[in-house]
């Protein structure tokens, strides 16, 4: 099972580029990485997913090297609504539901 | 995509009692799932919510104690049974259109055994 490891907390301004990089070495051929914010008292929303090299939406930027161990997190230009907790999936598009391993998650802190 | 409902939003239960949480999506998904989170620390997958068959439960979770029922695509329950203090938790409810992609989640359900 690919398990994921995280940084517990970081601090950023606003303004500033964040990355945040989960580690996940034991990840399989299947495995996707998915990436989520969560609120306090809210449940996980979903940012950017990804399989290798890097993909971009209107929010975010998602670096996977070639090896595929781990995998980073861009947040351009971050704003205080940006302070969350942010969470890696390793997970199987296979349906294998015994591999959707949420990582340690990630306190991100923004201040003005 | 999808919007997650659950019911109840919170709840305070008796050692020994049982809680029954609803999930109701608003469009037909392949995949419902169920997950336990305590305050402060990640989610962790109770089980997978078939849709006219048992539940496919992950490794320290069994049917005796969280029974789940999915009688259609769009809905879902999970009863946690026989409870204490130890299931205090946030229950989340999610839904996915397929294995492995994109999942959306409830507001989750707080619960606190006494």
């Known amino acids: 099972l690919a398990k994921t490891t995280q940084p517990i907390s970081m601090d950023s301004y606003e303004g500033q580029e964040v990355n945040i990089t989960c580690s996940h070495n034991n990840i399989a051929t299947n495995d996707y990485i998915t990436w989520y914010q969560q609120f306090p008292s809210q449940g996980p929303r979903f940012i950017i997913q990804g399989y290798k090299t890097k993909v971009t939406n209107e929010v975010a930027s998602l670096f996977i090297p070639a090896d595929r161990k781990s995998s980073t997190l861009s947040l351009p230009r971050v704003s205080l609504s940006d302070t969350a907790v942010y969470y890696c999936l390793v997970g199987d598009r296979g349906g294998a539901t015994n591999k959707l391993i949420f990582g340690t998650g990630t306190l991100l802190a923004v201040q003005p | 995509s999808a919007v997650i409902s659950q019911k109840p939003s919170r709840d305070i239960c008796q050692r020994g009692t049982s809680l029954t949480i609803q999930c109701q999506v608003d469009?037909?998904?392949?995949?419902m799932f169920w997950y336990r989170q305590q305050p402060g620390q990640s989610l962790t997958l109770i089980a997978t919510?078939?849709?006219?068959?048992?539940?496919?439960?992950e490794s320290g979770f069994v049917i005796d104690k969280f029974p789940i029922s999915r009688p259609n695509l769009t809905f879902s329950t999970l009863t946690v049974s026989n409870l204490s203090p130890e299931d205090s938790s946030i229950y989340l409810c999610?839904?996915?259109?397929?294995?492995?992609?994109?999942?959306?989640f409830g507001p989750g359900t707080r619960l606190t055994v006494t």
């Open positions: 919510a078939n849709q006219g068959s048992e539940a496919t439960y």
């Open positions: 469009s037909q998904v392949t995949m």
């Open positions: 999610s839904a996915a259109l397929r294995a492995g992609h994109e999942q959306y």
